[in-house]
Each structure stands twice: as C-alpha cells, then as structure tokens.
C-alpha cells in the first residue's frame, strides 16, 4: 500500500462478538483515520485520532494509537451483521489537513448472524 | 452532513474511447478533490489531487495525459479516462475536502464508479 499494512487482511466472527483490526504505518503522522467501506461502495469517516491521543470512543468504536510502534487498532464491541465490511486506517502525513491522505491495505470483516 | 455525488456509478466501453467521471459535493464547497482508484480487495491508491482552478498534482505512476482531472469550480471535479483499454478496468472514487479547520479533517467519498472496458 502506499502507507501502510493491516492486519488481519480477512476477519469472520459470530454476531455479539468483539472484531479487532490493526493498523501500522511506515511514517510521521499529524492523525490516523479510519473509514468503512461496503461492497462496491464508497468509504465511510469513522473516527479520527490525532498523533497526541492514545485512545478514542465513538459508540461500539475504540481506536488506540501507539506513535511509538507506529500502529494503531479499532475495536468494534458487540458486533453485528450490518458491521459486515471492509475496515481501512488511513494516515495524513505533514501538516494538518486532508492532503496526502493514503490508505492501508484493509480487514475485511464478516459478521455471521 | 456533507454529501458527495458520484456518476456513473458503472460504465461499460468499449477499448479506445474516452470516459468522464463526475464528483459533485452537494452541499458544501470543496477547495480540494481527491480521485483514488481501488482494485477487488485491494486498497485505495490515490491517484491525483485536484484543486479547484488549478492543475491537478499526480502521483508517481499515475499518466497525466490518461487520466485527464478538471476542478473547474468548487463543487465539481471530473476524471476523464482517455483512450480506456482493459487494464484501466477498475473501481474509481473521488472524495472531497471541506477545508481547514479543527473538525474538517475527514474526507467525503463519493459511492464510487465501476469501471469496464471491453
């Protein structure tokens, strides 16, 4: 990819249970995204981190980042089939700002009813 | 919320003739575009970014004078592709960049458009 790696690049799992996807990253960042892309469609905002926070919630979503490691996880609780899509980070390299936004390579995760 | 507009959503040609890709954000204006391409199960790979008024800046690898981008006003970027052949086949996005400020770091996708060439 043209910034990253994630991993696990598939991921199935029961309806109810916790999907975790990580996401390491080659340089210096100002944030970390991650978006939601359905089958064939476009892709999502779900939650922004910027490089000074370790962590972030936004409702079934908890976002870590580790600068140091250069890496950074997204937890979705409680899943359900409707989670059923393919998860990217992506990473604003130099200033603030939409610029030079490039994408990991992805999870695609199945929820099972 | 801010929305943007992608059409077609899929478009079939035959090798050899050109195809235009719009991107509108309807309801915001947006000082800068982004067309990225994607292959089945791969990721997003931007290919250039398109500033309204200005010359588009590509990527390395990315043909100028194949992928044709016009930013001619603040809601509407296109991506013309000149001269399609089979290995140009792929799924395009556009996104789009409200501008700066402490919460409009994210971008807007469009539904993105499937392309294919016979």
């Known amino acids: 990819s043209q910034q990253g790696e994630e991993d696990p690049q598939a991921l199935s799992i029961q309806e109810g249970e916790n999907a975790t996807m990580n996401c390491s990253y080659k340089?210096?960042?100002?944030?970390l995204q991650w978006y939601r892309q359905n089958s064939g469609r476009g892709l999502v905002h779900l939650i922004l981190?910027?490089?000074?926070?370790r962590e972030k919630h936004s409702g079934r979503l908890r976002v870590t980042l580790d600068t140091s490691k250069k890496s950074s996880s997204l937890l979705i609780t409680a899943s359900r089939a409707a989670d059923t899509a393919s998860y990217f980070c992506?990473?604003?390299?130099?200033?603030?700002?939409?610029?030079?936004?490039?994408f990991g390579t992805g999870t695609r995760l199945t929820v099972i009813p | 919320g801010a929305v943007v507009s992608q059409h077609p959503s899929w478009v079939i040609c035959k090798s050899g003739t050109s195809v235009k890709i719009e991107c509108r954000s309807l309801?915001?204006?947006?000082?800068?575009m982004f067309w990225y391409r994607q292959f089945p199960k791969q990721s997003l790979m931007l290919m250039a970014t398109?500033?309204?008024?200005?010359?588009?800046?590509?990527e390395q690898g990315v043909e100028k004078d194949k992928f044709l981008i016009n930013h001619a006003s603040l809601t509407l970027s296109t991506l013309t592709v000149t001269s399609a052949h089979p290995e140009d086949s792929s799924f395009y996005i556009c996104?789009?960049?409200?501008?700066?400020?402490?919460?409009?770091?994210?971008?807007?996708f469009g539904s993105g458009t499937q392309l294919s060439v016979l």
């Open positions: 340089t210096s960042i100002n944030n």
């Open positions: 996104s789009a960049y409200r501008g700066p400020g402490p919460t409009n770091e994210k971008l807007f």
């Open positions: 992506a990473t604003v390299r130099g200033r603030t700002g939409a610029n030079n936004l490039f």
């Open positions: 309801d915001f204006q947006a000082t800068t």
């Open positions: 398109s500033n309204e008024g200005s010359k588009a800046t590509y």
């Open positions: 981190i910027r490089s000074n926070e």
